[in-house]
C-alpha cells in the first residue's frame, strides 16, 4: 500500500509511505516546487554506510552498494519529473560522500552523479549554492580525527577538510507558464549577517523595488554561489525522532536553506514538495512563506515528528529576527541609478 497514514490541512498534506508509490498517485505536471536532501549514497558494503536512516528494505539509504542507489534514485527523480509543472525547479540539498575504501578519506562526487542523472531524465541543471560550514563545527558534530587541529601539528599530509553542502538546481524542461514574482522585493533576511541600521528604514518598502535597499541587501546574499551566511543550528526539533536501533544519521535541512528555496523558487498559494520529508522541515517551510507543503516519509518516528512540527510550525520562533541584531556600520554601497534621494 502507497499510504500507511495520512494527514492533510489547508496547508499541508503529509504522508507516511514510500515516496516512489505515493508520487505515482499525484496528477501529472501539479507540483511547482521541491525541495529535498535525498539520503547521501554510501556503500554500506565498504563501511562506509555513515547515513543510514532506518532498517527498512524500502529506505533508499539501506541499498548495498553506490551503483545500486543510483539506479533506485533514479525513480524518485523521473517521478519528480512527471509531476513537476514545465520550467519550474527541482533544488537538491547535498554533498560529497566517502568512498568507503578501509581507512582512507577519499570523496565520490555525488553532486557530479546527481547532477548527471538529472539531466538523463529532462532536468537542465542552472547552478548550484555552496553552502559553507565551520570546520570546529563539522569537527564537532562528526568527531572526524582529521579535522582536529592535532592533526597539522603532528603531519599535516593527513589534514581532512571541512566539505561545504550544495544546493543544486534543477529546471524541468519547458517553458513556465506562471512567472514567480516578488513585485516589492524581498522582505525577510533568512540569515546570520548584521544588516545596517541604515537599511533597516527600508523594510515593508512598497514603492519603486530600484530604492528598496532593504531587499536589495538580501538580495545580494540570495543570488551568490557562496552561501556563507546559513546559521547551520538554525533546524527545526528533530531529535525526538531518533530510534535507538536503527539510526546512525539525523539533521534537518536548515531553514534559510529552505526559506530562500521557496520565496525564490516559488509563489504564494503554489505546491512545494519534499519526498524525503523526515521531520517536515521543507514543509513547515513551505507552510511559513506562505505556500502548501506536501511532504512524504518513509519513517514512521519521522513521520511522527513531522505531524507535530506541521500543527505548531514553530518555524519563526526560534529565529533571530534581524531588526534585533543590526548593528551600526558602514552603509552597504548601491549602484548609481539606486541611489535614494535625499
Not at 524518485?76 to 512527471?82: G, L, N, P, T
Not at 538523463?120 to 582536529?148: Q, S
Not at 523595488?209 to 538580495?219: A, D, P, V
Request: proline share 6%.
Amino acid at each position: 500500500m502507497a499510504v500507511i497514514e495520512q494527514e492533510i490541512g489547508k496547508d499541508y498534506a503529509v504522508y507516511n509511505g514510500d515516496s516512489v508509490e505515493v508520487m505515482k498517485e499525484f496528477p501529472k505536471e501539479s507540483i511547482h516546487l521541491s525541495i529535498y536532501s535525498p539520503p547521501f549514497g554510501t556503500p554500506r558494503a565498504s563501511g562506509a554506510g555513515l547515513y543510514v536512516y532506518s532498517s527498512s528494505e524500502r529506505d533508499l539509504s539501506n541499498c548495498y552498494d553506490y551503483e545500486t542507489f543510483l539506479e533506485h534514485y533514479a525513480f524518485f527523480v523521473k517521478e519528480i519529473h512527471r509531476i513537476t509543472l514545465p520550467g519550474r525547479f527541482s533544488c537538491v540539498h547535498c554533498a560529497e560522500v566517502p568512498t568507503g575504501n578501509s581507512g582512507g578519506d577519499g570523496l565520490t562526487d555525488f553532486p557530479g552523479d546527481i547532477i548527471r542523472l538529472h539531466a538523463k531524465y529532462g532536468f537542465e541543471y542552472v547552478g548550484r549554492h555552496v553552502i559553507w560550514k565551520e570546520p570546529l563545527w563539522v569537527r564537532n558534530r562528526t568527531l572526524m580525527k582529521d579535522l582536529a587541529h592535532a592533526t597539522i601539528v603532528k603531519d599535516s599530509t593527513l589534514a581532512g577538510v571541512a566539505s561545504s553542502d550544495y544546493l543544486l538546481l534543477f529546471r524541468r524542461s519547458g517553458k513556465n507558464a506562471v512567472p514567480v514574482q516578488n513585485p516589492t522585493g524581498l522582505h525577510h533576511y533568512a540569515g546570520s549577517d548584521k544588516m545596517p541600521v541604515e537599511i533597516l528604514k527600508y523594510r515593508g518598502w512598497t514603492g519603486d523595488q530600484k530604492l528598496n535597499r532593504y531587499s536589495h541587501f538580501i538580495w545580494r546574499r540570495y543570488a551568490s554561489s557562496d552561501w556563507n551566511d546559513i546559521r547551520m543550528g538554525n533546524v527545526l526539533p528533530f531529535h525526538d525522532a531518533k530510534d535507538d536501533k536503527d539510526e546512525k544519521h539525523v539533521h534537518p535541512l536548515q531553514k534559510d536553506v529552505i526559506e530562500r528555496c521557496c520565496v525564490l523558487r516559488s509563489n504564494p498559494g503554489e505546491n512545494v514538495l519534499t519526498p524525503f520529508a523526515g521531520v517536515g522541515s521543507e514543509v513547515c517551510g513551505a507552510m511559513a512563506t506562505g505556500r502548501r507543503g506536501i511532504g512524504i516519509e518513509l519513517k514512521p518516528s519521522y513521520y511522527r515528528q513531522m505531524l507535530q512540527n506541521v500543527r505548531l510550525n514553530p518555524w519563526y520562533e526560534e529565529s533571530e529576527q534581524v531588526e534585533m541584531f543590526a548593528e551600526v556600520g558602514e552603509d552597504e554601497s548601491i549602484a548609481p541609478d539606486e541611489a535614494i534621494p535625499a
